[in-house]
């Protein structure tokens, strides 16, 4: 029982320690570094790996960097922007959400139009080419008049309409 009571005082010691704010980085060496205390100075932003929350320090506004270029003697230098980005809010998330999913929408739709039109034109392209191969192949071919009335083509018929079917095949089916 004493034990159970030596080991829960123990750990309610050790709890403040946990509590404390932890700052973790790299030093120059690469080496993972962890304190209480912030980093030193010399420390740039980009290698601290944790941060208190609300401790991050402020980025250094000194010189440019070496592979940043100058701006022209013309231009003005565009002022830097030190504020932190804020998280958007709900509302702007979901504007963004819906605007993704509108644009997901329409190319979607644009897709299956574009995959509809296709499967039309192949099923045009295999209609002519099946009345092609009747109007050369010899055979007779009737064409029905709005009575019900039989009419078979003549070949000057025939002929134009196997030059017809020519170019279409020739222009839309590739």
Do not use: H
Not at 44 to 66: D, F, H, V, Y
């Amino acid at each position: 029982m004493a034990a159970r009571g030596a080991t829960l005082l123990a750990a309610l010691l050790c709890w403040p320690v946990l509590a404390q704010a932890q700052w973790v980085w790299l030093n120059e060496r690469g080496v993972k570094q962890l304190s209480d205390q912030p980093p030193p100075p010399s420390v740039p932003n980009s290698r601290i790996l944790k941060a208190p929350r609300g401790q991050m320090p402020e980025p250094l506004t000194a010189a440019p960097a070496a592979d940043e270029a100058p701006a022209a003697e013309g231009e003005a230098a565009p002022a830097p922007d030190n504020k932190p980005k804020a998280k958007p809010t709900l509302a702007e998330r979901n504007t963004d959400y819906n605007k993704r999913r509108t644009e997901t929408a329409a190319a979607e739709q644009k897709a299956r139009e574009e995959t509809e039109r296709q499967t039309d034109n192949a099923k045009n392209c295999d209609s002519i080419r099946a009345n092609q191969r009747v109007l050369e192949s010899g055979e007779r071919v009737a064409n029905y008049d709005k009575n019900g009335g039989r009419s078979f083509i003549s070949d000057e018929q025939r002929a134009q309409q196997i030059k017809r079917n020519q170019q279409m095949l020739a222009s839309g089916c590739k």
